[in-house]
């Protein structure tokens, strides 16, 4: 089975500007998650879907950060306008069930500078 | 809360014993294990559910004591391929939320 796919891999942008990250989850998987990490710290929930509902947004950072799942297949993470503060890897991770005995599994991140 | 990991980073030699500890200040439900190589995803190892079970992935296996509210993970006889950052992940409370530490770096040398 396909993984979960996320892209762009990389993503330098200014102070100001605005980025879009996708996210294809494991096909048949409804529950969808954003992670964020900080170099050297830890990686920091910021959402979760299930299917194309938001069942968890408490750690989005702010207003300028909007995700959206429609349909309940991909998900996109938009930061706009971007900060410094935003730069990091954002994981993107799907599980087919949830709760304490459902594992993640990760995509490959989307390593975002913003300069 | 976020779980606190001890070590933060650690060196070893190939074939070295290593343990990981991840403890919290609050009642756990489960606690998740998992690998990120660097640039790469980071991996799923295993999952321990209430109940102070044990489990096992190769040589690498896991506790969990519900009452102290920490779980530590055993790498026997390390392998080159052990390298990486790892993280645990804790859920306490009703929410789904997967909160994890800040990871420990296991570095294998020949």
């Known amino acids: 089975e396909a993984g979960v796919t996320q892209f762009p891999s990389h993503s330098v942008i200014e102070k100001g500007q605005t980025v879009t990250l996708r996210c294809d989850p494991i096909?048949?998987?409804?529950?969808l998650y954003w992670y964020r990490r900080v170099m050297g710290k830890e990686i920091k929930f910021l959402l979760h879907f299930v299917k194309e509902s938001k069942q968890d947004e408490s750690g989005m950072p702010n207003n300028r950060f909007l995700a959206e799942r429609t349909g309940g297949t991909y998900s996109t993470l938009k930061v706009q306008p971007a900060e410094l503060e935003d730069s990091g890897v954002y994981f993107c991770?799907?599980?087919?069930?949830?709760?304490?005995?459902?594992?993640?599994?990760f995509g490959n991140g989307t390593r975002l500078t913003v300069t | 809360q976020q779980p606190v990991q001890s070590p933060q980073a650690v060196i070893l030699r190939e074939g070295e014993d290593a343990v990981i500890n991840c403890s919290s200040s609050k009642a756990l439900y489960s606690v998740h294990w998992y690998r990120q190589k660097h640039g790469e995803a980071p991996v799923f190892l295993m999952i321990?559910?209430?109940?102070?079970e044990q489990k096992g992935h190769e040589k690498i296996s896991a506790s969990f004591n519900e009452k102290k509210q920490q779980s530590s993970l055993y790498l026997t006889a390390s392998q080159l391929s052990y390298s990486g950052t790892y993280f645990c992940g804790t859920y306490g409370g009703s929410n789904y939320k997967l909160t994890f530490g800040k990871g420990t770096l296991l570095t294998v040398n020949p």
């Open positions: 321990l559910l209430k109940g102070g």
């Open positions: 096909s048949g998987h409804d529950n």
């Open positions: 991770a799907s599980s087919q069930g949830q709760g304490v005995g459902s594992p993640l599994h």
